[in-house]
């Protein structure tokens, strides 16, 4: 008789349970009425008197360890139940990361200071709040200039000497003033107007300039860079360059690309010719190098400047410039693809 106690003991002791069936079943085969102790109860009546006091302590110690063991098994199944309600399904496959999208006058501005950068281009900054020095007066725009009025300017009420830039070249003059050539630098930033907001314009919005000045720099060298430039930008490689007029630059030009006329889009965009103006440049004036304080004699230099939302709108074939400040996440998200 000892023995089966023996053998049920060491039933309880080895038992496991991950279900709370199965926790119910051994309650049940143990300590239920027709379970193994009642059955070891009613053999304990027909024991022999001397050997009732061993059997008896071994059966008690049984039952005891098997009521321990269901009320053990439970408390830890539901430990590790509640555990599942406050972490989760631990084992269930992760949520997925919600990644964003570069804006597109980032991805643009990026891939503008990429090309410069490859060819030993650094970039600088300046600030948005100007002054009239920085913004027009070193630019070769003095006082009552009328090229002025070109960019109807935004100015502190209070200080008609304070104003938002209305451009990057601004930049120029800031970088001029601090360093020695030879000078390789793009600006790229915010720019403000005071203009009526279309789908063609906008009072704010952003710029790349570009500066270049050492000894013997030439027109030939601002051209080689222009078709670099619109090379890797667009796979475009044909591109000219008409005269025109900008007080910080002398001889001053206009950059068209050759765009091309396949599709209907080719013709819109380009008004039937074919051509697309993407910049601005030149020499830079001795007057602006004297200005920022570098030896008009020893050195030439040229700029240039872009507007980045033109640059997006051409590569992105986007209609309306508004697109960019409305953060529409529908518009926005279609960039997602582009690093
Ligand atoms: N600052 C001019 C603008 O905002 C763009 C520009 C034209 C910049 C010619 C230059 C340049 O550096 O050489 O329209």
């Known amino acids: 008789?000892?023995?089966?106690?023996?053998?049920?003991?060491?039933?309880?002791?080895?038992?496991?349970?991950?279900?709370?069936?199965?926790?119910?079943?051994?309650?049940?085969?143990?300590?239920?009425?027709?379970?193994?102790?009642?059955?070891?109860?009613?053999?304990?009546?027909?024991?022999?008197?001397?050997?009732?006091?061993?059997?008896?302590?071994?059966?008690?110690?049984?039952?005891?360890?098997?009521?321990?063991?269901?009320?053990?098994?439970?408390?830890?199944?539901?430990?590790?139940?509640?555990?599942?309600?406050?972490?989760?399904?631990?084992?269930?496959?992760?949520?997925?990361?919600?990644?964003?999208?570069?804006?597109?006058?980032?991805?643009?501005?990026?891939?503008?200071?990429?090309?410069?950068?490859?060819?030993?281009?650094?970039?600088?900054?300046?600030?948005?709040?100007?002054?009239?020095?920085?913004?027009?007066?070193?630019?070769?725009?003095?006082?009552?200039?009328?090229?002025?009025?070109?960019?109807?300017?935004?100015?502190i009420a209070t200080n008609p000497n304070i104003l938002l830039r209305t451009h990057t070249s601004s930049v120029q003059v800031r970088h001029m003033e601090t360093n020695t050539p030879p000078i390789r630098t793009i600006s790229p930033g915010r720019v403000f107007r005071n203009e009526d907001i279309s789908a063609r314009s906008h009072c704010i919005f952003h710029q790349v300039e570009g500066l270049y000045i050492d000894t013997d720099v030439s027109f030939a060298d601002l051209k080689q860079t222009l078709l670099y430039f619109t090379k890797e930008m667009f796979g475009k490689s044909k591109i000219r360059l008409r005269p025109s007029y900008f007080p910080f630059t002398e001889p001053s030009a206009e950059v068209d690309i050759y765009w091309g006329l396949e599709t209907e889009t080719d013709y819109k965009i380009t008004k039937g010719t074919g051509w697309l103006e993407i910049m601005g440049c030149g020499m830079v004036d001795p007057n602006v190098l004297k200005n920022a304080n570098i030896d008009s004699e020893k050195y030439t230099g040229y700029a240039f400047g872009m507007g980045i939302e033109r640059i997006a709108m051409l590569l992105y074939q986007i209609p309306d410039i508004r697109m960019f400040y409305e953060n529409d996440i529908r518009f926005l998200n279609q960039f997602k693809a582009v690093l």
């Open 1 to 155: 008789m000892l023995e089966k106690v023996a053998e049920l003991q060491s039933e309880v002791d080895n038992f496991k349970a991950s279900k709370i069936e199965e926790i119910e079943q051994f309650r049940i085969a143990f300590l239920g009425k027709k379970g193994h102790l009642n059955d070891l109860f009613s053999a304990f009546k027909t024991i022999a008197p001397d050997q009732k006091k061993e059997f008896g302590k071994a059966i008690n110690i049984l039952k005891k360890s098997a009521s321990d063991k269901v009320t053990l098994l439970k408390a830890s199944l539901e430990d590790t139940l509640t555990q599942k309600n406050v972490y989760g399904d631990l084992t269930k496959p992760a949520e997925p990361i919600l990644i964003g999208a570069n804006h597109p006058i980032t991805i643009v501005k990026n891939k503008i200071i990429d090309v410069f950068n490859r060819i030993g281009f650094s970039i600088s900054e300046g600030p948005e709040i100007e002054d009239d020095w920085h913004n027009f007066t070193a630019l070769n725009l003095p006082e009552h200039h009328p090229a002025r009025d070109m960019q109807d300017t935004f100015f």
